[in-house]
Nanobody, 115 residues
Framework: QVQLVESGGGLVQPGGSLRLSCATSGIHFDHYVMSWHRQARGKEREWVADIDSSGHTNYNRLVDGRFILTRNAGKNSVYLHMVGVEPDDTALYYC?????????WGRGTQVTVTA
């Protein structure tokens, strides 16, 4: 059974930092491109960043320079390091694993940026 479990969300002040984790099981981790997506209330889900098995990353311009995505093959996990967060970063953050036509999603972790 495939599972993606996000954690690390919570309340953070503007300018603060947070690290989100996504632990996977049931997949050949190295075969998957891992990505983060987010959905703010009343808005469509948007892509945040992705990382392939070689560690190559891509970032949405809205987070580029503030978020860093890493992966740990030994732990079958990816991490989204968020620094300098802004109120517009408030959203439910989802982890996704993609390999060819296969997509798996986690249930999300809430990030709320508020003073």
């Amino acid at each position: 059974q495939v599972q993606l479990v996000e954690s690390g969300g919570g309340l953070v002040q503007p300018g603060g930092s947070l690290r989100l984790s996504c632990a996977t099981s049931g997949i050949h981790f190295d075969h998957y491109v891992m990505s983060w997506h987010r959905q703010a209330r009343g808005k469509e889900r948007e892509w945040v960043a992705d990382i392939d098995s070689s560690g190559h990353t891509n970032y949405n311009r809205l987070v580029d320079g503030r978020f860093i995505l890493t992966r740990n093959a030994g732990k079958n996990s990816v991490y989204l390091h968020m620094v300098g967060v802004e109120p517009d970063d408030t959203a439910l953050y989802y982890c996704k694993a993609t390999s060819g036509t296969r997509d798996y999603w986690g249930r999300g972790t809430q990030v709320t940026v508020t003073a």
